[in-house]
């Protein structure tokens, strides 16, 4: 059983979606995905996780949320079912970010944990949860809600060294939380995000040098790694060049980080999706767009590979 926070949630129930980059249509995709897991006859509530700049709810139609995390964490609203507010789609609901909050860019941990467990509570066939952009820990800590979470990239070296860091801080919080009682260990772990502290940049390395400490501790490590398989999306695709950036993407995840990323599917560069927001609309207002069919080839590729993993397969 993994330790930390993913082990207090049914995760196949809770999807995340991270990226690291900022723009890169994380949002877009969680609304996209909820929405066309929605059309397949789920509940679905969607999570702005993103406490630097929520905006999720523009997304699904909402210009003015009555109410939002800020709410529950602020004491206002105790009980987190209260926070969940309705969208325009049906089968969809919302819990609004945290944005323009003093204080809540940067929640304490108790905080934290009370949204953590309060996530943990709500009640629907799938929780979607936009992650905000950047590496720091409380993104990793949201991410990490799911076992396997939805990194999104495009094709621009940016958002694809992004994507890498955010995808090798994801795994190494997975280790460092094995090993919070052992000071050497995370010391190990710590340092092999800066390569040239550590000497080397293979996670096999890492993990040897972790099993040197402790035999126990490699296997402990090898275990959360070879468990480690997050999906893949890429947007904004305007042609094969940019859909081939999932080859290469996962060929960078594998080679270094030995983790075989598991591809979802790609999204077009579609001025619906650039309609939507400006008119603050869901993506379902354009059902004939090019977008709304590629997300829905994602949200049918999620649901068999959340429907394999709950039997086990
Ligand atoms: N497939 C697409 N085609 C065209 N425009 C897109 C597409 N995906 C996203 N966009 C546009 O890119 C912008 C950023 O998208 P979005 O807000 O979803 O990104 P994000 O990664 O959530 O950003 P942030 O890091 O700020 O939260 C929006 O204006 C959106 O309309
Ligand atoms: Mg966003």
Redesign the pocket.
Known sequence: MEHGLSAFFPSSRIIT?G?G???????????GIAIQLAELKKQVILVDA?L?????H??MGIRYPERSLSDFISGAIPDIHNVVINTPVPLVRLISGASGIYGLTNPSFSHKHNMLSGFKKLNADYIIV?V???SDENNIDFFSLAENGII?V?NEPTSIENAYGFLKNSLLRKLVRLFTADQTVCGIIKNFSNPKKSGFNRIEHLIEKVRAVNPRYGKMADEIHLRYHPRLVV???KNADDVGVEASFKKIAKKYLNIDMVYVGY????????????NIQPISHYRESD?YA?LRAIAKNISVLETQEHNGE
């Not at 980059?21 to 609304?31: D, E, I, L, M, R």
Request: glycine share 18%; aromatic share 2%; proline share 0%.
């Open positions: 979606i990226g980059k900022g723009g890169v249509g994380k949002s877009t995709v969680a609304a993103d630097g700049g929520a905006n999720l523009l997304c936009d905000g952009a950047g999104v495009t947007n904004m695709v999204v077009v560069y579609d001025h619906a999706v650039e309609k939507c927001i400006k977008a590629c």
